[in-house]
């Protein structure tokens, strides 16, 4: 049985998506690095340099790699399950800010007329961002994840997302299709139907892992931005996301009020309600001239549908050449109206008898 998916409709107000990794871009490390590997007896470097050797010496995806690292030294230890890694997800620490950040930014958006909705698109696993202490601001987690037995324990990946598999779920916001599986992601919208245009998406990470998100957001007027940890103040990453021109914008992972980066995003924010007003004018317009188009194409098509009927019952010479002056004048002739002109012609002893007259010969020449 087909499943019936959920999907989000475009609204009367302009939409705001702000994309955000996790690692490194809402916390300050790995979020395994924060209680997960020292709780199976491993040091963080030896842990990442295990999982990292085993993807390259089997050509493994790395977060493949990773994932199985963790059920592996979980064994005998504890029950590896949803619960489990929920527990660990509350261990994982925020940036300053982060805590408060997603309900004052959309308060913010819904003053200047704006909806703002929160995606994670991360790398990282999806049962433990589920467990921190911002896992309901969001819309919709895309993370990696893992598939579990009737008995809830997890036997295998259910879902992997890398770098470049990220870009996908940028199309799924785009169109409001949001389930995983849903394949009207493919469809095609007109671009006044689209739900978050990629003009209207924020996306904000750290490091190599995001560029192929960013690259896509940039490409189509889009805003990224890199970020780098306030504390350390080390800008190497996003000096080079900005040399390779990844990223339109750098700032501190700092989310508290009126910090650089809180500025910075209210400041998009302000110019997609501006822009969108604008937009909005476009495609009223846009579409006042289609269905005027539309509206000429049928005024044409009934005008061509009478001077057929008149030439067919013309029965003056007189008549027949004012007919065909008419006729002269339309370009656009199907070939069924071709058809039926020229069979006019064969029957109507009005047209056939003044054919050699240069005004109904040229007409039939150009409908030949």
């Known amino acids: ?13 302009p939409v705001v998506a702000i994309c955000y990794d996790f690692d490194k871009t809402l916390s300050p490390d790995d979020m395994q690095a924060q209680g997960y590997i020292q709780s199976v007896g491993y040091e963080v470097k030896s842990f990442w340099q295990e999982s990292n050797g085993l993807a390259e010496e089997n050509d493994m995806d790395q977060n493949l790699a990773y994932m199985f690292t963790m059920l592996r030294t979980a064994h005998g230890r504890f029950v590896f399950n949803r619960k489990a890694l929920r527990d660990y997800g509350a261990q994982v620490q925020l940036f300053p800010g982060v805590e408060t950040w997603f309900k004052r930014i959309k308060e913010y958006g819904k003053g200047k007329g704006v909806i703002v909705e929160h995606y994670i698109i991360s790398s990282g696993l999806k049962e433990m961002i589920e467990g921190t202490k911002v896992a309901k601001d969001f819309e919709k987690i895309y ?62 990470g ?20 890199g970020v780098f940890n306030p504390e350390t103040k080390d800008k190497r990453k996003v000096y080079k996301m900005m040399e390779d021109k990844r990223i339109k914008y750098f700032a501190p992972a700092d989310y508290t009020e009126d910090s650089e980066l809180d500025r910075l995003v209210k400041a998009i924010i302000d110019q997609t309600a501006s822009n969108e007003k604008l937009m909005s004018l476009h495609y009223q317009n846009k579409k006042e001239q289609a269905n005027q188009n539309v509206n000429m194409v049928s005024l044409e098509n009934k005008e061509k549908e009478k ?3 008149d030439l067919e019952n013309s029965n003056s010479f007189k008549q027949t050449h004012s007919i065909i002056l008419k ?36 007409f039939y020449d150009s409908i030949s």
């Open 206 to 225: 750290d490091s190599d892992t995001d560029i192929p998100c960013m690259k896509l957001i940039n490409a189509n007027s889009g805003h990224s931005i």
């Open 1 to 13: 049985m087909s499943k019936e998916f959920q999907r989000k409709s475009k609204e009367d107000k």
């Open 143 to 204: 993370a990696s994840s893992f598939y579990y037995d009737k008995q809830g324990v997890a036997q295998w990946p259910a879902q992997v997302i890398n770098y470049t598999s990220k870009t996908q779920f940028l199309f799924r916001i785009e169109k409001g299709t949001l389930d995983v599986n849903d394949s009207a992601v493919n469809d095609y919208f007109e671009p006044e139907d689209i739900r978050i245009p990629f003009r209207n998406m924020i996306y904000i």
């Open 327 to 362: 006729l002269k004048k339309i370009k656009n002739w199907s070939s069924e109206e071709k058809k039926q002109l020229k069979l006019i012609a064969e029957k109507n002893k009005q047209i056939s008898c003044i054919m050699k007259d240069s005004d109904v010969s040229e």
């Open 307 to 309: 001077l057929i009927m």
